[in-house]
Every structure is written in structure tokens, then in C-alpha cells.
């Protein structure tokens, strides 16, 4: 199945902006990708998903109007911009490839998962 790499994550302050990546190594072929968080005591959140091949995206509601999803089919790499940043968003953020089957906004639906990578925004 391969690995999957998340980084770019870090401390910023409410209003700022971070670009998360995510390498897919040994698995170049995947329907989706998809980004979710997880906060302290919170269960998994979907953020967000992209068709791989075509480029449709779909967000979560915290995500709407602030955050993109993007991918790059050469460097097997998904982005996941985020703008307007606010405390509420703190989380650890992981990217996993979905299995082919189940809809994109559930976790269950995904079968690779990496670390995930923290973001803390300050107020």
C-alpha cells in the first residue's frame, strides 16, 4: 500500500495561512485522497477530498471558503491550503488514501493513513 507523509504543519497566529503536503510513496494510483483532523478529545473530522484523476474536490463545513484542497499527479503529492486560520482549527492533520469504496467524508473509507502533522493557531 505505501507510505503516506504529511508535514507543513506548525504554530500560527488566527488570521494566518499554511499549506499542508502529503507524499504518496508506492502507490501511485489512488481514487481519492483525503485530509482530516483530529482535535484533543474530538473524534476525526473530515476536512477534505480530491478525485485524483479529474480534480473534483469535496470539503468538509469547517473547511468551506478557507481551505483548498490541491494535487500534483507527477510528484504523487496533495496540498491542503489553508487561509484565515482561526484557534478553532487546531488539530492533528493526517492524509490517507481511500479504498474504493464509502464515501470520501468517511474516515472508514480510507485505508492509508500517515501521521498526521500538527497545527496550533494562537489567538
Known amino acids: 500500500q505505501g507510505q503516506v507523509i504529511e508535514s507543513g504543519g506548525g504554530l500560527v497566529q488566527a488570521g494566518g495561512s499554511l499549506r499542508l503536503s502529503c507524499v504518496f510513496t508506492g502507490r501511485t494510483y489512488k481514487e481519492y485522497g483525503g485530509w482530516f483532523r483530529q482535535a484533543p478529545g474530538k473524534e476525526r473530522e473530515f476536512v477534505a477530498a480530491i478525485n485524483w484523476s479529474g480534480g473534483d474536490a469535496w470539503y468538509g463545513d469547517p473547511a468551506k471558503g478557507r481551505f483548498t484542497i490541491a494535487r500534483d499527479m507527477a510528484k504523487n503529492t496533495m496540498y491542503l491550503h489553508m487561509r484565515n486560520l482561526k484557534p478553532e482549527d487546531t488539530a492533528l492533520y493526517y492524509c490517507?488514501?481511500?479504498?474504493?469504496?464509502?464515501?470520501?467524508?468517511?474516515?472508514?473509507?480510507?485505508?492509508?493513513w500517515g501521521a498526521g502533522t500538527q497545527v496550533t493557531v494562537s489567538s
Open positions: 490517507a488514501t481511500h479504498r474504493g469504496s464509502g464515501r470520501v467524508e468517511t474516515v472508514g473509507s480510507y485505508d492509508s
